[in-house]
């Protein structure tokens, strides 16, 4: 079946360690996105990729890393240098990115730095 | 500022019972608004789209309006079910490639 498949989905972390979550999808689509998702709050936007090889970063960019060398992957590292990690990750896709295409998101991956 | 306003936060209502969640928009050019139904501790799922022309629609027990004027649209859920319990996230998008703009969401308890 195509969709978005994320992993881990579950993930402890350490202060001072870098995390990369995974994210992939079969649905063919051009565009791929993570989002941070907090208690109490909005999707927030980390970065985001329209083709391979190029993303833009989102509103919270700091802290995060992405590649996308493939059109299927858009994997998510959270580095050291992110204040405050914690949260609930999740990946989505679309189409494309004008337009406000649908969102296909994947099982989210929640992130904890003890 | 580009906003999506939802409300309530949070909703508790009986099993069979009815209920309006709304959302308010101060998005500007506009391109379509979505709802979407996230369980708890996974993605969320489209439920619904409305474009500048369309006032209701309706997808199941879950319909949905639009007031393109006034920049409210809402979601009823008719004869609710537990399996409604759910985050529902109010998104609304400009034309172009120009990021979506996401409400907190309600947060809907349907208890037996």
């Known amino acids: 079946d195509g969709g978005i498949t994320q992993s881990p989905k579950y993930l402890f972390r350490k202060e001072g360690q870098n995390v990369t979550l995974s994210c992939e999808q079969n649905l063919n689509h051009d565009a791929m996105y993570w989002y941070r998702q907090d208690p109490g709050q909005g999707l927030r936007l980390i970065y985001y990729?329209?083709?391979?090889?190029?993303?833009q970063k989102g509103d919270i960019a700091e802290g995060y890393s992405v590649s996308r060398e493939k059109k299927e992957s858009f994997p998510l590292t959270v580095t050291s240098a992110q204040k405050n990690p914690t949260a609930f990750y999740l990946c989505?896709?679309?189409?494309?990115?004008?337009?406000?295409?649908?969102?296909?998101f994947g099982e989210g991956s929640r992130l904890t730095v003890l | 500022k580009n906003q999506v306003e939802q409300s309530p936060q949070s909703l508790i209502i009986l099993e069979g019972k009815n209920c309006t969640l709304q959302?308010?928009?101060?998005?500007?050019?506009?391109?379509?608004l979505r709802w979407y139904k996230q369980d708890t501790g996974r993605g969320p799922v489209s439920l619904t789209i409305m474009t500048f022309s369309e006032n209701t629609k309706s997808n199941g027990r879950y319909t949905a309006t639009l007031d393109a004027d006034t920049k409210q649209s809402s979601l009823h859920i008719t004869a609710s079910q537990l399996s409604d319990s759910a985050s529902y996230i109010c998104?609304?998008?400009?034309?172009?490639?120009?990021?979506?703009?996401f409400g907190k969401g309600t947060r809907l308890s349907v208890i037996a």
């Open positions: 959302c308010n928009y101060t998005v500007s050019p506009f391109s379509n």
């Open positions: 998104v609304v998008s400009r034309p172009g490639n120009t990021p979506l703009v």
């Open positions: 990729s329209q083709i391979v090889n190029d993303f």
């Open positions: 989505a896709s679309s189409i494309s990115t004008g337009g406000g295409g649908e969102l296909f």
